[in-house]
């Protein structure tokens, strides 16, 4: 009965760095969704992917970061070239449905990101 | 701009009593509501959701009551214990990624 899986759970870069975030669904699922959350503060949306599609990317920073979802294997959330600005918590989310209905999304334990 | 306002942004609560949480929203396409609640260092998890045909939903102590034409909904944490003492967050969604209210700390104190 494993939930959504989240690795690594702490990830330190240096700037300028890459850092690659993963992240595997439930079981059954085949939508993910990423979430930053910066300290004290909530989440926000940025990238809603099916398996090797990305549905709305509406969120997204428009240079460093990327995410794919492939036909097998995790999600990867992918920043480039990193800065200070974006040490954050990163949180993946999985529904079994998606596209135009709104469902439950269950989260992953994070994954907290540190750029020094 | 943020899509859903949560309000306040810290509650103290004495054991046993009434925890209220509020949000309001403006995008009238959001079609289900979620409160998620959040431990230091863990994930959200989902504690209850509504859908707009309904004005009222409870489980066992959260009742969430939505008012579809103020925009605005709320969590109701009945008979607060020191247990519930975290971070909740209300969301809302129109199909794809939830937009999600900045968040209340509740305390309850013993």
């Known amino acids: 009965n494993a939930g959504v899986m989240q690795n690594p759970r702490h990830l330190v870069r240096r700037r300028g760095q890459e850092a690659r975030l993963r992240c595997s669904p439930m079981k059954g699922h085949s939508h993910v969704y990423w979430y930053r959350q910066l300290p004290e503060e909530g989440l926000k949306f940025m990238v809603y992917?099916?398996?090797?599609?990305?549905?709305?990317e509406s969120g997204m920073p428009k240079e460093r970061f990327s995410a794919e979802f492939p036909k097998e294997g995790p999600s990867i959330l992918r920043i480039q070239q990193v800065v200070r600005g974006d040490s954050a918590a990163y949180f993946c989310?999985?529904?079994?449905?998606?596209?135009?209905?709104?469902?439950?999304?269950?989260f992953g334990p994070g994954t907290r990101l540190t750029v020094t | 701009q943020q899509q859903v306002k949560q309000s306040p942004q810290s509650l103290i609560v004495q054991k046993g009593g009434i925890s209220i949480i509020n949000c309001a929203y403006e995008n009238t396409a959001f079609d289900y509501f979620p409160w998620y609640q959040q431990f230091p260092g863990k994930g959200p998890a989902l504690l209850i959701a509504?859908?707009?045909?309904?004005s009222e939903k409870k489980e066992g102590r959260f009742t969430i009551s939505f008012n579809k034409s103020a925009k605005q909904f709320s969590l109701h944490i009945m008979d607060s214990q020191p247990g519930d003492s975290a971070t909740y967050f209300c969301a809302a969604s129109e199909g794809t990624g939830m937009r999600f209210g900045a968040g209340t700390r509740l305390t309850v104190k013993p």
């Open positions: 509504i859908r707009p045909d309904v």
């Open positions: 989310a999985s529904s079994r449905l998606g596209g135009l209905a709104s469902v439950e999304q269950y």
């Open positions: 992917l099916q398996k090797e599609n990305i549905i709305d």
